[in-house]
């Protein structure tokens, strides 16, 4: 689904607003990525046509080169005198241009300087972590038996791609504080050198223009402040799932999981337990690109998530008292209205393939995207972390908090309150 939307750069507005702040925050810094790497793209290719033109042209001058002066109304070779012919710029509107052009440039070359060495650190560090981290592995891997190893090297790939997350982070982080020294530091030229020129006092509409300078800058800073701390939050989910040792492995984790046709599906709230589903459909299944009804919904429910077990408590036929079947935000919050802070359902999305999970908190409620369009669940634009049931990720936040300005964790599982249940027409 991310990958989707950063394709399209577009996002539908009924799915934008089943995000919360920090999903819309973390979303953005990705599309506006995104929007970087095609710009640099686009100038790459329009400098490259620049130079064979170039090229071309001064293959064509060279084959007859000649000089040809241009003449005015009397006849006469035309002169231009600076600062008298119509539109011309006052010398001391040149003047001042020049010096904020020295002032960009110096601040710029002094950058430049900045960069080189804030890269070089940057490389030392994560290169010198990537060998220790290496060095690690191998010793341990001698201690691990056979049937073991192949874990072992998906952890070290998953620890390495980290890693160099980390890296990109960094350096990220390194462009943003050069360019920000450099923005400082030409104005800071910028000022010296007119102060040189100029010893007059600020006017009133100085103080006005410097005033709005210093409000601007609050709200860019503002701004920047809840972009780092959404990208420290990613960070802080993906380091902790690694410590953990709780990244899902998908290829391997879905054996002996199937359900038998003899079998019983057990519900919560009823007293009668519904047929097994058939492991074989009579048609081939196509997914659509997102889901238009209930019954393309119930149809990918039991193609795609009784297979993988979704809804299911873990080792067993029954559902989860957490989950509920196609049921609105409205409708999940009356059910949460009266339970107290941490209670929470899973209810099936109508937006998007996979879930929603609605939560109480003491304010109010909240509702979280779980995407699940791919071999794996995890929340959209919040937690990096990818597990390989719906159960593993509940779980997972019943320690661990969702998002560190809210601090949400699961703590108690809202039920039903219809018989049948609402999720009965999944499973019929």
Not at 84 to 102: F, N
Not at 225 to 246: P, T, V
Request: aromatic letters at 8%.
């Amino acid at each position: 689904m991310l990958q989707q939307i950063l394709r399209d750069m577009y996002i539908d507005p009924e799915l934008l607003a089943e995000l919360n702040e920090e999903q819309k925050q973390i979303l953005f810094y990705k599309m506006r990525e995104e929007q970087l790497r095609r710009w640099k793209e686009r100038e790459e290719k329009a400098r490259m046509e620049e130079t064979v033109l170039r090229k071309t042209t001064r293959r064509n001058q060279s084959n007859g080169k000649h000089v040809q002066w241009l003449r005015g109304k009397d006849g006469e070779v035309w002169v231009w005198v600076m600062g008298e012919a119509p539109g011309d710029k006052p010398y001391e509107q040149i003047s001042e241009e020049l010096i904020a052009e020295r002032a960009r440039q110096q601040a710029q070359k002094e950058a430049e300087e900045l960069w080189r060495q804030k890269e070089a650190e940057i490389t030392k560090k994560f290169r010198d972590a990537m060998a220790q981290e290496k060095a690690r592995i191998v010793a341990e891997k001698w201690k691990i038996e056979i049937e073991d190893r192949k874990a072992a090297k998906l952890e070290e790939e998953k620890i390495q791609e980290e890693l160099k997350k980390r890296e990109e982070e960094e350096r990220q982080k390194g462009e943003e504080q050069i360019k920000r020294q450099e923005e400082i530091r030409a104005k800071e030229l910028y000022l010296s050198l007119m102060q040189a020129q100029q010893h007059s006092q600020h006017s009133d509409d100085d103080q006005e223009w410097e005033e709005q300078l210093r409000r601007s800058k609050a709200a860019d800073e503002e701004r920047s402040h809840k972009a780092r701390r959404a990208r420290d939050e990613y960070r802080r989910q993906s380091l902790r799932a690694i410590q953990k040792g709780r990244v899902a492995g998908l290829s391997n984790l879905f054996q002996g999981t199937s359900l038998n046709n003899d079998q019983e599906i057990k519900l919560n709230n009823s007293a009668s337990p519904f047929q097994a589903l058939s492991a074989a459909s009579s048609n081939i299944w196509e997914r659509p690109s997102r889901p238009f009804s209930q019954d393309v919904i119930i149809r990918w429910f039991k193609e795609e998530q009784i297979p993988r077990r979704a809804g299911f408590e873990r080792g067993t036929n029954r559902i989860a008292q957490w989950f509920h079947g196609i049921i609105s935000r409205q409708e999940a919050e009356e059910l949460l209205m009266n339970k107290s802070e941490g209670t929470f359902l899973v209810r099936v999305s109508e937006k998007i393939w996979g879930y929603a999970l609605s939560y109480r908190q003491q304010s109010g409620f909240k509702h979280f995207l779980v995407d699940a369009s791919g071999d794996f669940y995890s929340f959209l634009g919040v937690d990096p972390n990818r597990h390989a049931t719906l159960t593993d990720l509940i779980d997972f936040h019943k320690e661990e908090i969702i998002t560190s300005s809210g601090g949400e964790l699961l703590l108690e599982p809202c039920g039903q309150q219809k018989n049948p249940p609402d999720y009965s027409p999944l499973f019929e």
